[in-house]
């Protein structure tokens, strides 16, 4: 009779467990973030990494990531060169136009930066970019930068 009894309590513990409700917080925010942050180890000291690309590559195509629901328009991104962790010179080194576009019903979007092709003049500058955002979306903290390093030949050897 006892082994029944435990049987039994045993499967109305399971049976009762069963209907309890679990209510489990959905985020509802909305962030975008660098695709090569999420998955590119950081550069020593910093919280963004660094990629390394020759200046005659010309297009460079970063992705950027809406951590949301999708959206029914096209959203509007703005992002920004950061001075500090930048040595490439607009116009002279690369082009950017500072905002990309996260089309309607994605998840992605495309930041293009033009690398100028400077020639064989040796060294390499680099270029920090950083995730503003838009009024509804904002950065990841943790994902939102992401440097270029635009390597540059050295010039032949005079002969």
């Known amino acids: 009779m006892k ?3 435990s049987i039994f309590s045993l499967v109305m513990v ?8 679990q209510n489990y917080p959905i985020w509802e925010g909305a ?12 550069v020593a000291g910093q919280n963004y990494p660094r990629l390394t690309v020759a200046n005659t590559v010309g297009t460079v195509n970063l992705q950027v990531n809406l951590v949301a629901r999708q959206r029914a328009s096209d959203e509007t991104i703005t992002y920004r060169v950061v001075p500090e962790g930048t040595t490439a010179v607009a116009g002279t080194d690369y082009n950017v136009s500072g905002t990309l ?9 495309t930041l293009s930066v033009a690398v100028v092709n400077t020639g064989a003049i040796g060294g390499s500058v680099d270029l920090l970019l950083e995730l503003e955002g838009n009024a509804t979306i904002q950065p990841s903290e943790n994902y939102k930068r992401v440097q270029l390093r ?4 050295n010039p032949p050897a005079a002969g």
Request: aromatic letters at 8%.
């Open 101 to 109: 576009t996260i089309p309607a019903n994605s998840s992605f979007g």
């Open 150 to 153: 635009i390597t540059r030949p």
């Open 14 to 21: 399971f049976v009762l467990g069963s209907c309890i409700e």
């Open 3 to 5: 082994k029944i009894l």
């Open 31 to 42: 962030e975008v973030e660098f695709q090569n942050a999420v998955t590119t180890a950081p």
